[in-house]
Nanobody, 125 residues
Framework: QVQLVESGGGLAQAGGSLRLSCAAS????????MGWFRQAPWKERDFVAGISWIRGNTDYADSVKGRFTISRDDAKNTVYLQMNSLKPEDTAIYYC??????????????????WGQGTQVTVSS
């Protein structure tokens, strides 16, 4: 099992930036594809970005392409989400998730085994 702890959330103005971090503990991190999801009040949890453990391929939701960047540092057991050009509609709780031994990137919540507790991101206009 992978234990995940997110940090870096907070309040930002529209057009600003935030960097989220997700620290993982547990041996399978290097063989887990990682994802960031977000959930706004009264809405479903949606895929934001993912990175595979094979070749580090990445994928993004259309709404964040060109603004967000996901990366991972396996030596530090950490995955990051750099968020630039933030918009009020990016306001949500952001969750980090791990899909153990999954070679590709899934956009489905059901394909992820482990989840962090979430970190709040609020973007003011």
């Amino acid at each position: 099992q992978v234990q995940l702890v997110e940090s870096g959330g907070g309040l930002a103005q529209a057009g600003g930036s935030l960097r989220l971090s997700c620290a993982a503990s547990g041996r399978p991190f290097s063989t887990s594809s990682m994802g960031w999801f977000r959930q706004a009040p009264w809405k479903e949890r949606d895929f934001v970005a993912g990175i595979s453990w094979i070749r580090g391929n990445t994928d993004y939701a259309d709404s964040v392409k060109g603004r967000f960047t996901i990366s991972r540092d396996d030596a530090k057991n950490t995955v990051y989400l750099q968020m630039n050009s933030l918009k009020p509609e990016d306001t949500a709780i952001y969750y980090c998730a791990a899909a153990r031994l999954r070679p590709g990137i899934s956009v489905s919540v059901a394909d992820y085994n482990d989840w962090g507790q979430g970190t709040q991101v609020t973007v003011s206009s």
